[in-house]
């Protein structure tokens, strides 16, 4: 048949069976599955993309977005939950917040590549051996500088399972252990809580929980009930570090998160983000006896409270991280005329010789940290 004749009866075909075949093709092409989501390699394909890229020097913020949306996508998780110190962490390496650093990636493609694809740490490796500027008793005689006080840590997660036993032959005295966050679910709860929780506590270690607060989502009332009832409960044991809140900068984007509005302050007013905390502690000393410590970093308290004193009070959990070894954080937040822990470092090897982990002090001996957690006053 020539081609002329094949078009001249192509063109007298009805105009509804025309409508009808459009419709067939649209509706076939809805009801295909997405290949690149759904195939069993898509993970390993996502954690070879990841390994090849964190071997760059220089890795731009829109490929760590892209790269962390395709692993999260692949792995079918709706975001990567947060930990203490995320915001600072990201602001130091990507000069924001919302930008996951090189770690995050590296761990989103471990998850995705299940062991098949080679991952080297990132910027979270134990610190090595560093030259202390202040007195010897002040190093950790284990490879990194420490200030002052009892040493403790704080893990979520990120970490999963944890060696207590190497961490406390390493001179960790207590832990902090995340237990809830109220979004990107209704109630986020992590999965290694018992693991982290128990498992300090029978390795010696004066263990307490933490609350990633996520303002915008729901009332400070709401998420203190959420908390308490899923681990952030509190006995006069001198077992058990008070309550804590961690309130910091918004680790998510607008597109992700749009209650939060892609602001540092999840666009909320300082009297707002003042009101929320007051809300969330006022029900934590209800619900346990006991008022929380904050946990926050002067820079975002300062902007995000504008620097309210409200909570001077209350115990503080101060986030700063020295480029060289000092005694103490220097200015505080807030009106606070002391601090209760001073989260100095994020590279410790507390939990391993390799893995890197947040590093904390208690502002005293070890007598006067079992007297902290046992007394509420």
Known sequence: MKPSTIRRRLAVIPLTLAFALTSMQVSAS???????????????QVAREIARALAQDDLPKA?????????????QMTDLPA???????????????????????????????GGSVAIPEQNRAAAPATAATVAPTYTSGNGWWRPPGVPGVDVSSHQGNVDWSYAYGKGARFAYVKATQSWPSTLYKNPYFNQQYIGSYKA????????????????GTTQAKQFVANGGGWSADG???????DIEWNPYNSSDYPQGKGNACYGMSA?????????????????????????????????????????????????????????????????????SVWQYSTTTGFISPSKGVDGNVFNGSLAGLQKFARYAS
């Open 63 to 75: 490929d760590r977005r892209k790269l962390a949306t395709e692993a999260l996508d692949a792995l």
């Open 204 to 219: 010696g270690l004066i263990r307490g929980a933490y609350h990633f607060a996520m303002p915008a989502t729901s009332s």
């Open 83 to 113: 930990e203490m110190g995320q915001g600072a962490r990201r602001i130091a390496e990507t000069g924001s917040a919302q930008i996951p650093t090189r770690d995050e990636l590296a761990e989103l493609a471990r998850k995705a590549g």
């Open 30 to 44: 809805a009801s295909q599955p997405d290949h690149r989501a759904s195939s069993p390699d898509r993970p390993a």
């Open 271 to 339: 009297t707002e983000l003042s009101n929320w905390i007051y809300d969330f502690g006022v029900e934590v000393k209800r619900l346990t006896g006991r008022v929380p410590m904050i946990y926050t970093a002067k820079s975002w308290w300062d902007s995000c409270t504008n620097g309210t004193t409200r909570f001077k009070n209350w115990p503080l959990h101060i986030a700063r991280y020295p480029s060289a070894a000092q005694d103490t954080p220097g200015a505080l937040p807030g009106g606070w005329p002391i601090y």
């Open 239 to 245: 077992k058990t570090m008070p309550p804590l809140l």
